[in-house]
């Protein structure tokens, strides 16, 4: 009963290519994010939604877009993939009662490589 | 943004106690000191968080400095599984839905049998 699961684990595709990466968690929490570990192993967030609706939006080329269906999903579209975007994507969700003060839960990880 | 430094990578034996240092003498009298860590294949999880106090829970001890310019994750006895990257964040009391949560590099514990 995995908290919060992604799919699927590896992703090998060429540029050019669009691709998804989904998202769901079983926790109740409001609050999902998405995640991107670089080769440096910087963990930076890209997205955040609350109850689907989009919160935060770093700055992130416009080929990605979330998706968030319901509270429980939220999917990472990928248009006209390039090199630069390999890494280690995570999905990760959060009850805000606290917001500052709340846990993450991650999801284990989407490693996309871009040949 | 307020900032850690933690040692790149610590060598501990198992069994024996470990403690990871976090430098971040920015931090403002509201940031939260939270700990992550990552295993190897695996996303971060949440390991301990506090303000002023020191805090214990089941995983690990945060021993947190009077001037809270630096904090220390304390595991008591180390075990092979704690092998891990260990990120020391602060968290900002308006810092909602994650904006400005960063993880660093992070320090990379060994445990040798």
């Known amino acids: 009963d995995t908290a919060v699961s992604q799919t699927p684990k590896y992703l090998v595709t060429q540029m050019g290519n669009d691709k998804s990466i989904k998202c769901e968690q079983n926790?109740?929490?409001?609050?999902m994010y998405w995640y991107k570990q670089d080769s440096k192993k910087f963990l930076k967030i890209m997205f955040s939604y609350n109850n689907k609706e989009l919160i935060i939006n770093e700055t992130v080329p416009n080929r990605f877009s979330p998706k968030s269906p319901d509270k429980a999903h939220l999917n990472l579209h990928i248009n006209s993939l390039e090199l630069g975007d390999s890494a280690v994507y995570f999905c990760?969700?959060?009850?805000?009662?606290?917001?500052?003060?709340?846990?993450?839960?991650f999801g284990s990880g989407t490693q996309l490589s871009v040949l | 943004d307020a900032k850690t430094t933690q040692p790149n990578s610590m060598e501990s034996n198992e069994e024996e106690p470990v403690h990871l240092p976090c430098n971040h003498s920015t931090i403002s009298g509201t940031d939260y000191i939270h700990w992550y860590r990552q295993l190897p294949s695996q996303g971060p999880e949440y390991v301990i968080h506090g303000l002023t106090s020191n805090v214990n829970n089941r995983m690990a001890s945060l021993a947190i400095a009077e001037d809270r310019k630096s904090s220390t994750l304390i595991l008591h006895r180390a075990t092979l599984r704690d092998a891990a990257v260990y990120y020391c964040?602060?968290?900002?009391?308006?810092?909602?839905?994650?904006?400005?949560?960063?993880f660093g590099p992070g320090t990379r514990l060994s445990v040798l049998p």
């Open positions: 964040i602060l968290r900002a009391r308006g810092d909602n839905y994650g904006q400005n949560f960063v």
């Open positions: 990760a969700s959060s009850h805000p009662t606290g917001k500052y003060n709340e846990k993450l839960f």
């Open positions: 926790l109740g929490h409001d609050t």
